[in-house]
T-cell receptor, first 116, second 114 residues
């Protein structure tokens, strides 16, 4: 069975601080994809990034960056110079791509609050 | 506009009264799935479908049924709802279920079972 753990239930930072959201996953499969989604207070789910298990390159998109390390089964998300609009729940998710099953497993989410 | 549409968005019902939450997508996506979101538990997959007439259980399928008779529709059926099915439900779809494709989510359906 696969599992995604987001140990940080809630994080609160002051605007302009950097913040890292942790994601640790478990899977027996060698081929899989990892995702991050954002859920702002309005409730919709917004895709942020996708990474396949063969691509360990870190990625940067504006103030967002992601650190994928297979050795530690982690896919952490960093927001640089946080803004109030970054306040949301962030979910990490895993889907395996071998075999026929396509279960998508989400972590329990991290509530990020950015204070002005 | 490409989207996933869920109905109803809000529903209050009573224990045992059968209900259906509809989900429709206009993107010709093959993969569709249902999730429930509960505080502290994140999103948990209920059922998914790789294509028409192909459905499979997710992590929490008990108490739910689904069908995929047409590519665009993937209704979630609660035959005899119970209070522990009070939750926020999301339907999602993607082009294929291989994992490479990003999910598009519906706006969510908040269900309360009294």
């Amino acid at each position: 069975a696969q599992k995604v753990t987001q140990a940080q239930t809630e994080i609160s930072v002051v605007e302009k601080e950097d913040v890292t959201l942790d994601c640790v996953y478990e899977t027996r499969d060698t081929t899989y994809y990892l995702f991050w989604y954002k859920q702002p207070p309005s409730g919709e789910l917004v895709f942020l990034i996708r990474r396949n298990s063969f691509d360990e390159q870190n990625e940067i998109s504006g103030r967002y960056s992601w650190n994928f390390q297979k050795s530690t089964s982690s896919f952490n998300f960093t927001i640089t110079a946080s803004q109030v609009v970054d306040s949301a729940v962030y979910f990490c998710a895993l889907i395996k791509t071998s075999g026929s099953a396509r279960q998508l497993t989400f972590g329990s989410g991290t509530q990020l609050t950015v204070l002005p | 506009e490409a989207q996933v549409t869920q109905n109803p968005r809000y529903l209050i019902t009573v224990t045992g009264k059968k209900l259906t939450v509809t989900c429709s997508q206009n993107m010709n996506h093959e993969y569709m799935s249902w999730y429930r979101q509960d505080p502290g538990l994140g999103l948990r997959q209920i059922y998914y479908s790789m294509n028409v007439e192909v459905t499979d259980k997710g992590d929490v399928p008990e108490g739910y049924k689904v069908s995929r008779k047409e590519k665009r529709n993937f209704p979630l059926i609660l035959e005899s709802p119970s209070p522990n099915q009070t939750s926020l439900y999301f339907c999602a779809s993607s082009l294929q279920g291989a994992g490479a494709n990003v999910l598009t989510f519906g706006a969510g359906s908040r269900l309360t079972v009294l």
